[in-house]
């Protein structure tokens, strides 16, 4: 038994020896990627200096750093541009400015040339780290994907990949580990950290009977959780899903500018090729100087800083949004969240809890609260139906412990009957009330409660009604403010629910919805979508279930809740609440109308900047160098812009 263990500890060491090497590996990899291409460019620009002070002593020598510096500098923007013009038989700004290097050095004009190819190799590497920095947020998910889990099989502890762990497993979460998969607290208590799939910056307590999620971080307490999902579809996985499918996609503008930029590129090499011939055969212009000019105008010309002007600003934005638990599918979504006008939100689950309280006891003939809700609890006890099961929470509440009634049984559709203290009991729809029993306070006290728009039950023995229970769907706490601050944006607010009217109006009325559409069946709301996408033109909508489906995948823009919604709603959706806090889709509208500003700003500056650079050349004539910084310190500016939406803030 004793060798048993130890080879068991032996491989477990060597286990987790591989895994720490295999992370070192990758970490070096990593840090090549994102700091590499800024090294070079460095690089090129510390040859270039040296070349420059060799210049007026060994020529030849100043001449062989130049060309080190194009190669040191250029070779990751010459390998993206020939990649592009092979591949996909296309140019793209890459090529444009090594040609414009290439050309200047042709000429004797070598330090210009140099000095292109660091300045263009500098903004790259900025843009690049940049980009890695807007998604870091989101990708960095990818590292807190545990790898394995403690198995507690026959009484004994397992280290193994989470790939092993079925539903029903036991696994063992020591402080400070990472849970390895969705599951349910079975014993123990501890606080964990889920700020990665729900946002929330404060830890929850967790207690047996709670759920717990994969990749959440354990606190100082020891957690027994029985799996719940397999590791591919736990709620961590999905994540990493969507984020893949957020970095791919790219909006409709940025796709629009990759076609801009492949006919722009083709313009303006072939007007560069005009320049260098024209000129000296009509204009009598020497050769190398309309060369020169011609190369000016190759660099001032090229839409860099039109090509960054959007991927920037909506990683930064998808970035921000992760954030705060708004998972965005990719960019398109965020770009047209910004031109929503209305928004339509599913009822149960969404703007309530989906989970029914009692919220009125109304007793009569000799009873009290406490009596009716004893009696009732107990009638209820052997019901799974979602109001017996808040009728008995009411009880618990209050410190009443049901009893076992007898001669249980079920009256279909209408409710239930059982002996409790000898005596026949009854609890159901207040339909079951004959109509010389349902008579004033009684009467009176059911019609006002039925026009709050909640589910009344009433409770009865054999001299009529003995009590009245409300039961009502619990409004989220944060909706009444969601919806307001929809409508201070100067969105529409419109409820789609299956759910009867009078309690539709209700709830509506209690939060300021705009318009509601009640008794509706999946098909319906697909309808109401289609007849509210021609009234406003994009709208959004909220849900958390399998029948919002349709509807999420109909509108301009779908929306699920992350922790409640189902499968089909998440995978439909297009934007995903992590935390489900609907408060945060205001926010979102927000985050796309500025990122649409900023976008606006980035390309009306770009243009302006090309613009003006351009005029500069064939008016007064300007030096390669100071083209470069013109045209290079535009994409910087505009990349830095689109920055500022990392730094973006909840609204009031």
Same mark, same amino acid.
């Given at each position: 038994?004793?060798?048993?263990?130890?080879?068991?500890?032996?491989?477990?060491?060597?286990?987790?020896?591989?895994?720490?090497?295999?992370?070192?590996?990758?970490?070096?990899?990593?840090?090549?990627?994102?700091?590499?291409?800024?090294?070079?460019?460095?690089?090129?620009?510390?040859?270039?200096?040296?070349?420059?002070?060799?210049?007026?002593?060994?020529?030849?020598? =100043?001449? @062989?750093?130049?060309?080190?510096?194009?190669?040191?500098?250029?070779?990751?923007?010459?390998?993206?541009?020939?990649?592009?013009? !092979?591949?996909?038989?296309?140019?793209?700004?890459?090529?444009?400015?090594?040609?414009?290097?290439?050309?200047?050095?042709?000429?004797?004009?070598?330090?210009?040339?140099?000095?292109?190819?660091?300045?263009?190799?500098?903004?790259? =590497?900025?843009?690049?780290?940049?980009?890695?920095?807007?998604?870091?947020?989101?990708?960095?998910?990818?590292?807190?994907?545990?790898?394995?889990?403690?198995?507690?099989?026959?009484?004994?502890?397992?280290?193994?990949?989470?790939? $092993?762990?079925? @539903?029903?497993?036991?696994?063992?979460?020591?402080?400070?580990?990472?849970?390895?998969? +969705?599951?349910?607290?079975?014993?123990?208590?501890?606080?964990?950290?889920?700020?990665?799939?729900?946002?929330?910056?404060?830890?929850?307590?967790?207690?047996?009977? +709670?759920?717990?999620?994969?990749?959440?971080?354990?606190?100082?307490?020891?957690?027994?959780?029985?799996?719940?999902?397999?590791?591919?579809?736990?709620?961590?996985?999905? %994540?990493?899903?969507?984020?893949?499918?957020?970095?791919?996609?790219?909006?409709?503008?940025?796709?629009?500018?990759?076609?801009?930029?492949?006919?722009?590129?083709?313009?303006?090499?072939?007007?560069?090729?005009?320049?260098? =011939?024209?000129?000296?055969?009509?204009?009598?212009?020497?050769?190398?100087?309309?060369?020169?000019?011609?190369?000016?105008?190759? !660099?001032?010309?090229?839409?860099?800083?039109?090509?960054?002007?959007?991927?920037?600003?909506?990683?930064?934005? %998808?970035?921000?949004?992760?954030?705060?638990?708004?998972?965005?599918?990719?960019?398109? /979504?965020?770009?047209?969240?910004?031109?929503?006008?209305?928004?339509?939100?599913?009822?149960?689950?969404?703007?309530?809890?989906?989970?029914?309280?009692?919220?009125?006891?109304?007793?009569?003939? /000799?009873?009290?609260?406490?009596?009716?809700?004893?009696?009732?609890?107990?009638?209820?006890?052997?019901?799974? /139906?979602?109001?017996?099961?808040?009728?008995?929470?009411?009880?618990?509440?209050?410190?009443? &412990?049901? $009893?076992?009634?007898?001669?249980?049984?079920?009256?279909?559709?209408?409710?239930?009957? #059982?002996?409790?203290?000898?005596?026949?009991? &009854?609890?159901?729809?207040?339909?079951?009330?004959?109509?010389?029993?349902?008579?004033?306070?009684?009467? $009176?006290?059911?019609?006002?409660? $039925?026009?709050?728009?909640?589910?009344?039950?009433?409770?009865?023995?054999?001299?009529?009604?003995?009590?009245?229970?409300?039961?009502?769907?619990?409004?989220?706490?944060?909706?009444?403010?969601?919806?307001?601050?929809?409508?201070?944006?100067?969105?529409?607010?419109?409820?789609?629910?299956?759910?009867?009217?009078?309690?539709?109006?209700?709830?509506?009325?209690?939060?300021?919805?705009?318009?509601?559409?009640?008794?509706?069946?999946?098909?319906?709301?697909?309808?109401?979508?289609?007849?509210?996408?021609?009234?406003?033109?994009?709208?959004?909508?909220?849900?958390?279930? !399998?029948?919002? @489906?349709?509807?999420?995948?109909?509108?301009?823009?779908? %929306?699920?809740?992350?922790?409640?919604?189902?499968?089909?709603?998440?995978?439909?959706?297009?934007?995903?609440?992590?935390? +489900?806090?609907?408060?945060?889709?205001?926010?979102?509208?927000?985050?796309?109308?500025? #990122?649409?500003?900023?976008?606006?700003?980035?390309?009306?500056?770009?243009?302006?900047?090309?613009?003006?650079?351009?005029? #500069?050349?064939?008016?007064?004539?300007?030096?390669?160098?100071?083209?470069?910084?013109? /045209?290079?310190?535009?994409?910087?500016?505009?990349?830095?812009?689109?920055?500022?939406?990392?730094?973006?803030?909840?609204?009031?």
């Amino acid at each position: 038994m004793s060798q048993a263990i130890h080879s068991m500890k032996g491989q477990e060491h060597s286990e987790r020896g591989e895994l720490r090497q295999h992370r070192a590996e990758g970490a070096a990899a990593g840090w090549l990627s994102r700091y590499g291409e800024g090294m070079a460019a460095l690089g090129s620009g510390l040859i270039l200096a040296v070349a420059y002070m060799l210049e007026q002593t060994s020529y030849p020598w =100043a001449v @062989a750093l130049y060309i080190t510096a194009f190669a040191v500098g250029g070779f990751a923007k010459a390998k993206e541009g020939i990649s592009t013009l !092979v591949r996909e038989r296309d140019l793209d700004v890459n090529l444009l400015m090594i040609v414009a290097a290439i050309g200047a050095a042709s000429i004797g004009y070598w330090t210009e040339g140099a000095v292109l190819i660091f300045i263009f190799s500098l903004s790259g =590497a900025l843009e690049t780290y940049t980009m890695d920095r807007s998604s870091r947020d989101i990708s960095s998910l990818m590292d807190q994907k545990p790898e394995t889990g403690t198995l507690i099989r026959d009484g004994i502890e397992r280290i193994v990949p989470i790939e $092993e762990l079925t @539903a029903g497993d036991l696994v063992l979460v020591k402080p400070g580990e990472r849970i390895p998969s +969705d599951g349910v607290v079975t014993e123990g208590a501890s606080d964990v950290n889920q700020a990665s799939i729900t946002g929330e910056s404060i830890p929850v307590d967790k207690t047996p009977g +709670d759920v717990v999620y994969a990749g959440t971080l354990n606190g100082e307490g020891a957690l027994y959780v029985e799996v719940g999902q397999t590791s591919e579809s736990t709620l961590f996985a999905k %994540i990493i899903r969507l984020v893949q499918e957020a970095q791919s996609e790219k909006p409709a503008s940025q796709r629009f500018m990759e076609r801009f930029e492949r006919i722009y590129a083709r313009a303006i090499l072939l007007v560069s090729a005009l320049l260098i =011939a024209v000129p000296p055969l009509v204009l009598q212009v020497a050769w190398e100087q309309a060369f020169y000019k011609a190369m000016v105008f190759l !660099v001032v010309a090229s839409p860099c800083a039109l090509v960054a002007s959007i991927m920037p600003a909506m990683l930064s934005a %998808i970035s921000s949004g992760a954030r705060k638990g708004v998972l965005f599918k990719g960019g398109a /979504h965020l770009e047209n969240l910004a031109n929503v006008k209305a928004v339509a939100f599913d009822k149960t689950g969404t703007l309530t809890q989906g989970r029914p309280v009692v919220t009125d006891i109304a007793a009569f003939q /000799h009873y009290d609260e406490n009596d009716a809700l004893f009696i009732a609890a107990s009638l209820e006890s052997f019901s799974g /139906h979602p109001l017996a099961k808040a009728i008995v929470s009411a009880a618990q509440e209050r410190g009443l &412990t049901p $009893e076992r009634p007898s001669d249980f049984g079920a009256l279909t559709g209408r409710g239930i009957q #059982a002996k409790l203290g000898g005596e026949l009991w &009854t609890i159901g729809k207040a339909s079951m009330l004959r109509e010389h029993e349902r008579f004033g306070r009684i009467a $009176e006290t059911i019609d006002r409660l $039925e026009g709050e728009g909640k589910t009344v039950s009433v409770l009865m023995n054999g001299q009529g009604a003995a009590a009245v229970f409300a039961l009502r769907d619990q409004i989220r706490p944060e909706a009444a403010r969601a919806i307001a601050r929809l409508k201070k944006l100067g969105v529409q607010t419109v409820m789609l629910t299956g759910d009867q009217g009078q309690t539709a109006r209700a709830i509506a009325d209690e939060l300021g919805i705009d318009r509601v559409y009640a008794d509706l069946l999946p098909e319906d709301k697909v309808t109401r979508i289609k007849e509210l996408k021609d009234e406003y033109g994009t709208v959004a909508m909220v849900g958390d279930g !399998v029948n919002d @489906a349709p509807a999420l995948a109909t509108a301009g823009v779908g %929306i699920a809740m992350g922790a409640a919604g189902s499968d089909a709603a998440l995978e439909t959706a297009d934007v995903v609440l992590m935390n +489900d806090d609907i408060g945060r889709i205001a926010d979102a509208i927000v985050l796309g109308k500025q #990122a649409k500003t900023v976008i606006k700003q980035n390309m009306t500056f770009a243009l302006s900047v090309i613009v003006l650079l351009i005029v #500069a050349n064939f008016t007064q004539g300007i030096a390669l160098p100071l083209g470069v910084v013109g /045209h290079e310190g535009s994409t910087i500016l505009v990349i830095l812009n689109g920055l500022r939406l990392l730094g973006y803030r909840a609204i009031d």
